[in-house]
Structure formats: C-alpha cells, structure tokens
C-alpha cells in the first residue's frame, strides 16, 4: 500500500466532495486504507454517459438509498470510485474525467498515471 495522505502528483491528498460526502470512510477524500478492499481511490467528475455505463455495469451510482445515505450521484457531481471501476469504464471507452490532486496514489497499484492525466480536469496544459 502507498502513502494514504499523497495524490496521483505525490502532494497533499485534498478533499473530492463534501456534497454529496463521499470517500470509503464517508470523509470527503479518496483515502485508500487496508480496509479499502475496493480501492475507492479514483476521484472522478461523474457524467450522464459514465452514470449510464456503470449501472449497466452493475453498478448504479445514480439511484438514491436513503437506508445508506446515498443521495444518488448526478451529472457533475465528484465522486470516488473503485480504480478497477475506473479502467473498466477506460477500456470501454467511458472513463470520466478525474480530479488528481483528489486522486489517492493508492489508485496506481490499478491504474496508469498516464491515463489519469488524459482525463484530469485539474491539470494544466
């Protein structure tokens, strides 16, 4: 396992969303720890298109359960998603775009920091 307070750019780990609160542990960040089986490292900018796939996938981030505190993601919100989640959606095709310096370095043992980069929204050209 890597450093859980460090980003995909090797700084500071910094929040994804508080609204909807996401995070394994429910804290805003995509902190990676052991008890993260899943890896919900990927810090992601959800899409209708993305929304659509993962629910075809088995996954549906969209309906809300109340029971659990899920508000149901919609267009635009920050989410973090499982890196294996995310190349999966990358090889179809729909890989949404990510925040990286809300991407936990955890994400890497799955994912390309090449690929990452292609799709990061806080990246300058």
Excluded: Y
């Excluded at 429910?26 to 990927?42: F, I, K, P, S």
């Excluded at 990286?100 to 043992?109: D, F, H, N, V, Y």
């Excluded at 090449?114 to 990246?123: E, M, T």
């Amino acid at each position: 396992m890597q450093d859980l307070a460090k980003n995909v750019l090797g700084g500071v780990l910094q929040p994804c969303s508080l609204d909807p609160l996401t995070g394994f542990f429910r804290t805003g960040c995509c902190q990676v720890t052991e008890e993260d089986a899943g890896n919900h490292g990927v810090c992601i900018v959800a899409t209708a298109e993305f929304l659509a796939f993962s629910k075809t996938r088995g996954n549906d981030l969209s309906t809300p359960h109340p029971e659990f505190d899920f508000p149901g993601l919609k267009p635009g919100d920050q989410w973090c998603l499982c890196a294996a989640r995310w190349q999966e959606a990358l090889e179809a095709g729909m890989a949404p775009q990510v925040l990286l310096a809300a991407t936990s370095t955890a994400a890497l043992e799955v994912v390309r920091l090449a690929d990452l980069k292609r799709h990061a929204v806080d990246l300058a050209a």
